[in-house]
């Protein structure tokens, strides 16, 4: 049976033909376009909630889709332990909704950052990090105005093991010249409780293919095969 | 009766607010404003709302603020500013 997977779009998503794009091309598993308020989780094994914006943003990124019918739906994939991951806009909507902790605020120099990053993984023990090593450092790029993580319950995240992603320097270290947006404690993505619901400012789906990175890597698509790996796994 | 509700969110003290740094540090200081010791920006909404009086009136968008996070309690902090027939 091929594994199906959503890609979630909310009035002024952008990123989601590029999240399709790899699904479908790149790792050749059954993924599509699904409106917001025509979502059904029953249909699929997993989702994504892809970057761009959503409702133009009003209020805050990501609170109005928050409340989208959608969302109810992605409650219950969640809950039946089926992956969803929120890259940008997606990472912001996760937040708002509350199936992960903390917020994104507007970075810290005010100016949208687009460029590529080194990320180092801190946790593989998620449905998107399990092909990866704690410790390995991925090129990936980050395009957004509003990606300065916050939290109020850092300890209880390092605690329970949430942080899934930092942003690190060419040497490896998560220095503050390394850390793009003014995010706390230089976090890039944290996962649930769980480990089946991950957020990212940084965007995999443009680092999947060689041909889109300076430096030829497809860093991005290790997050991918771990979240098919993981639905593959959870259906034997 | 007719009520106008004047609500203001704010980041916490705690999550840094660049806009208000900015304003203070590249456009009242360079500009020779030095008594100012602080600037904090914020969000502002005007809701007019139906209700009986100005406390259920403001009880109203309270909850309706909460319920929906209009703010956000993890990064926001939520002041009813005013509340006035309209």
Known sequence: ?236 | MLWEVEVVLENKKAARDPVGETIKRDLLAKKGYDKISNVRSGQYLRINIEAKNEEIAKNMVEQMCNELRIFNPVTQTLTILNVKSS
């Open chain 1, 1 to 236: 049976m091929s594994i199906k997977i959503a890609v979630i779009e909310f009035p002024a998503s952008n990123c989601d033909l590029d999240a399709l794009h790899v699904l479908n091309n790149v790792l050749n598993v059954e993924a599509s376009l699904v409106w917001h308020n025509q979502f059904k989780e029953k249909d699929y094994d997993g989702a994504v909630l892809p970057g761009g914006f959503s409702f133009g943003d009003y209020l805050r990124a990501g609170i109005i889709a928050a409340h989208s019918p959608a969302i109810d739906e992605a409650r219950i994939m969640l809950k039946d332990g089926r992956p969803i991951i929120g890259i940008c806009n997606g990472f912001q909507i996760l937040t708002e909704a509350q199936f992960l902790p903390g917020a994104l605020l507007r970075n810290e120099s005010l100016k949208f950052i687009c460029k590529w990053v080194n990320l180092r993984i801190e946790n593989n023990k998620t449905a998107f990090t399990n092909r990866m090593k704690i410790g390995d450092i991925i090129d990936i790029p980050i395009a957004h105005g509003e990606g300065r993580y916050f939290t109020d319950k850092l300890k209880e995240l390092v605690d329970n093991d949430q942080i899934v992603f930092r942003y690190i320097d060419e040497k490896g270290i998560a220095a503050s010249d390394a850390n793009p947006n003014g995010s706390m404690d230089n976090i890039a993505g944290v996962c649930n409780l769980e480990g089946n619901c991950l957020g990212l400012m940084p965007h995999p789906e443009r680092a999947s293919e060689s041909i889109l990175s300076p430096k030829g890597t497809t860093h991005g698509k290790l997050i991918f095969e771990s979240m098919i790996d993981f639905i593959k796994r959870r259906r034997k």
